[in-house]
């Protein structure tokens, strides 16, 4: 009848074009998790743990290290510096492999180069020999992991687990290093003293393989059904994600925060034994028999600071998925109540306030429970502030300026700028990490927070709703 019929379908926005892939055909089910996701998760915070227990292993018995393989301070602190080494060396191609090949290809290979750099150190004999050439290869290998270990957790998070339970799940896999340094202080020194150096190596390399031979038994690269609406959804590629990254200023404001607080801490630590020196009163020995000897214990202090940060940092994680929308100010309370101990810290040291050992225990337990507290926060929020660039990426950037911070400190302990002969210099790096505490609040405060993928995530869970509603 020369009518135009008009259609009265709404015009579909970019978004839910991008969206639709994601919509049920035949299934009442357009998202789902799975209890498998609690075993991959567990797979690799035990990856986690025993990369930071091997990497930790001669720095925690410097002693017998030179007794009974001629392991000088030097060599000993580049052995951990390769951690940071090979990280900053390699973090980018590491990201591009990611995010073509996902993460079953990249944590599965990686247990068995950390089973395999773990088992080589066992074949080197007591003496000042060229066999200790095979530590620094297998150290090379175990920092190489742990590449995969700093960049996978909100990657793992965001592809398994649902939005109200994805700060708990990179709480975890990101504090799981500081379970394995907790673990390193303690066990390392008494499986050394009470049977021998080469068992305790043994006994990495077993646990090592054990984490492996999990990995490789069930690790899919992701679950058949998505979480949520943005874990099946395409990301940046990553040439143009790097981009995106160095131009985004939230984000440089935030990762450039988390950088200077994390590495710092890191870095901190190796010097810590020096600071808190035998003159002090402080030992190095794990045997206690009063709580004296425990609070003058530097072994028990890295010990049960680094656990108190796991503990703050799984509530931190679990406060999170609560208040999905208040990173931001999350992280500016635990971030100012962390630097503040650290001045407490400083001012027991210097005996401004009184510097017994029970305070200045309290004061860095404290303090490490407050830093630690903000990891998980920093990559939850920079994954939300740069979606759709991928989780490693971000993740990879974010761990890139912690492994510079903590390198720093590592290079000015190999260069002798300070130490046992000279306490006094490395009683003044007290300053420098309460100041940088002050400096990562600063810049977090120029940080715009943003919520691209929570945003997306609710806006998609709305359509499938109505869908459905209109379907069923």
Known sequence: YGLTICSMEPQITAKELEAEPLLPKSSNEAFK????RFYVLAVLALLAIQQNVAWMTFGTIPDESYEHFGLSDNVITLLAAYGSIVFILLIFPSMWFLDRYGLKL?????????????????FVPDGHSWW?????????????????IQMTPPRLSSVWFPPKQRAFATAVTTLAESMGITIAFLALPYITKKYSIHTMLYI???MSICVAVLATIYFPPKPSTPPSPTADQERVPFLKSMKLLLTNVPFLFLAIS?????????GFSSVLPIILNPTSGFTNNVGISSWSQFFHSNAWLGAI???????????????????????KLLLIILLGISTAFGLYFSLAVYGYISGSAVNIFMGLCLQYFFTFATTPLYYEAAVEVTYPVPEGSSAGILAVLSNIGSLLFQVVAFMHIFSNAHPEKARAMVWAFSSLGALSWLFLAFYREQYKRLDLDDEMVKQVSQWKEVNY
């Open 33 to 36: 998790v799975y209890p498998g």
């Open 106 to 122: 990249t944590v599965v290979p990686s247990a068995w180069v950390l089973a395999i750099g773990s088992t080589i150190r066992c």
């Open 132 to 148: 200790i050439i095979l530590f620094h290869i297998g150290h090379i290998m175990i920092a190489f992991v742990g590449i995969a």
């Open 204 to 206: 990495q390399a077993e």
């Open 258 to 266: 988390g950088g200077i607080s994390t590495g710092s801490n890191m």
């Open 305 to 327: 600071s680094a656990f108190v940060g796991v503990i703050g940092g799984q509530l931190a994680g679990i406060i999170a998925d609560r208040f999905q929308r208040k990173l």
